[in-house]
Each structure stands twice: as C-alpha cells, then as structure tokens.
C-alpha cells in the first residue's frame, strides 16, 4: 500500500532527458554572447560542427585542469583543428576537465571545464546556426543542480595523454 501510486512514463522520460535542444543568447557590451545547454556529447558535437562555420584559419587554446597546463596557437588550419576536436570527443566526454577554445577576431567558440558550450560574436549569426541545428531558444537556461569544482577533476591519464598528443599534432605551444 506503500507505493500505490504510478508515475507517468512521460514525467520519467523527461526527468531523465539530456538537454541537448536549449540555448540562450544576449548582447553584453556588443558583445552576443550565447549559451548552449546540451548534453555532454551533444556540446562537444555541436563545437566540431559550428566550428566548421569558422574562417579556414583560426586561433585555438587547450586549457587541461588535471595537468595545470595550457596550450595556445595562433593561425591553425580550420580542418586540422575540427579534426583534433573530433579526435578528443570521446576522452572528452567521459573526463572533462578540459577548456577548449576556437577563435577568430570575430568569433570564439568556447567548450568549458563542465562541457557547457559558450559562443561570443559580433554578430548574432550563431543563433540561426543553433536554430538550423534544432536547438530551441529560451530565455534562460535553467540552473544546474550540480558542479564541479576546479580542484575536483583528478585523474583520467588518457584524457590527459589524448590533450598532449592534440597539442604536439596542432603545434601548440605550452604556456
């Protein structure tokens, strides 16, 4: 009698979604900044594909918090680096722990520590694109009930290996 209640499949179905079709966008000091709420994978999908929208010569940065070092270079070949991103995809999502910078100019697109998807521009031409991709826009993003402190990602040697080798391929120096 304890459990007589039945909780409606869909209720279920949603609490366990991943929030791979949410993002929001806003304008700060003319800046259009926009944020990406996703699953894990799907955030590091949608930077290899976005990135594809980049010029054919960008900058990139790889920040690894478990080894404390960053990577830096500047005018990398755009498919060189879309295949580097794609390489890292699956040390990516099963560690993070990792920054992931793709930048022009006018452009950055922006993987954090946590694998939220973060886009500045000039314009606001990463919206149409999010939209093109199936992503719903909302007003804001709902808060995460969870984090994980800077000093919490330990471990995951592979993913650690996988950055340095990713660093060697692209030339990137280390700062």
């Known amino acids: 009698m304890l459990f007589r209640h039945h909780t409606p499949a869909e209720q279920i179905a949603e609490r366990f979604r991943a929030d791979d079709g949410l993002f929001s966008a806003d304008v ?3 800046l259009h900044v926009v944020r990406v709420a996703a ?4 955030s590091v999908d949608l930077l290899h594909a ?5 010029p054919p010569v960008v ?4 920040e690894c918090i478990r080894s404390a070092r960053r990577f830096v270079g500047e005018g990398l070949s755009l498919p060189e680096v879309r295949e580097a991103i794609g390489r890292l995809k699956v040390p990516l999502v099963a560690s993070g722990g990792v920054e992931l910078a793709v930048f022009t100019p006018d452009d950055q697109l922006v993987l ?3 694998l939220d998807l973060w886009l500045y521009s000039r314009t606001d031409r990463w919206v ?3 939209v093109g991709e199936g992503l719903e826009q909302v007003e804001q993003i709902p808060a ?7 000093d919490e990602f330990t471990g995951a040697p592979e ?3 996988a950055i340095e080798k990713t660093a060697e391929r692209l030339t990137l120096r280390l700062l």
């Open 59 to 62: 900058d990139c940065s790889i």
């Open 112 to 114: 954090n520590p946590m």
């Open 159 to 161: 993913l650690v290996s």
């Open 39 to 42: 699953g894990m994978e799907r």
């Open 50 to 54: 976005l990135a594809e929208h980049l």
């Open 128 to 130: 149409y694109l999010l």
């Open 28 to 30: 700060e000091d003319g």
């Open 144 to 150: 995460r009930s969870w984090r994980v402190a800077r």
